[in-house]
């Protein structure tokens, strides 16, 4: 089985500082893939490079059998890519069917059916439809911007620092809603995340990340453990 993702040598600035320094990683079809590091080690730089909002100076991205190293961000989405970023970018003013329909005219075509099946999933949203987004709770938000990006009908989900801010019992009802997308939706999930226990639960491989490197894939048991810091310092 050819991987789904291939990312070799990748490179990215802000301005002249340097950022990502060859990141290298590849993941399969259905896989979700753990990134793991401390803050300012470059994982949110790498979605962000591999979404194409920023570009890269170096190196190559393979998505689905195609180099998409060059392509504008749109054009990645339309081939399956999505974002859900950190601090979760909603639209407050948008009620939340809205925030939904703003997702769908990112896709390749625009079918309002995919609503009804993004919200099977998010039993907790359906009762909100009519609320405007900024009167949600962080979790909601999390929980609306996810489904939000749900309605590209994406084949990879880059999800950044999703408990971030987030009440516990709000994570519980995300891994669970995460494990079972992963089954009904056919996804593979590229996952930022510091909080362990989220990590650990979701992801098949959890890799570290050190100033702007892949340093390795992280053992289980560290993981489970609590032990990382090797890891990923």
Not at 12 to 17: E, T
Not at 34 to 42: D, E, F, K, T
Not at 150 to 159: A, D, G, N, S, W
Not at 192 to 204: A, G, H, K
Request: charged content about 25%; overall charge neutral; proline content about 5%.
């Amino acid at each position: 089985m050819s991987n789904l993702l291939n990312v070799v040598n990748l490179k990215a600035n802000y301005g002249r500082v340097p950022i990502l320094n060859g990141v290298r990683f590849q993941m399969a079809p259905g896989e979700y893939l753990g990134i793991l590091g401390h803050n300012g080690m470059g994982k949110t730089t790498l979605m962000r490079t591999l979404m194409g909002t920023l570009p890269a100076t170096d190196g190559s991205v393979e998505f689905d059998g195609r180099d998409i190293t060059r392509l504008k961000t749109h054009e990645r989405s339309r081939l399956g890519l999505g974002l859900v970023p950190q601090g979760r970018d909603i639209f407050p003013m948008l009620s939340v069917r809205e925030n939904l329909r703003m997702g769908l005219a990112s896709a390749p075509r625009e079918d309002p059916q995919v609503i009804d099946d993004v919200l099977a999933d998010f039993p907790r949203l359906v009762r909100l439809l009519d609320r405007r987004g900024g009167a949600l709770s962080g979790g909601e938000q999390q929980l609306l911007a996810l489904a939000r990006c749900l309605c590209t009908r994406p084949k990879l989900i880059l999800l950044d620092e999703p408990t971030e801010g987030i009440q516990p019992s709000i994570i519980e009802e995300m891994i669970e809603t995460l494990l079972a997308l992963k089954a009904r939706w056919d996804l593979s999930m590229i996952i930022v995340e510091q909080n362990l226990e989220f990590i650990t639960s979701l992801s098949d491989r959890v890799l570290g990340i050190q100033k702007g490197r892949i340093t390795g894939e992280v053992d289980r048991g560290d993981l489970l453990s609590g032990h990382v810091g090797m890891a990923v310092a």
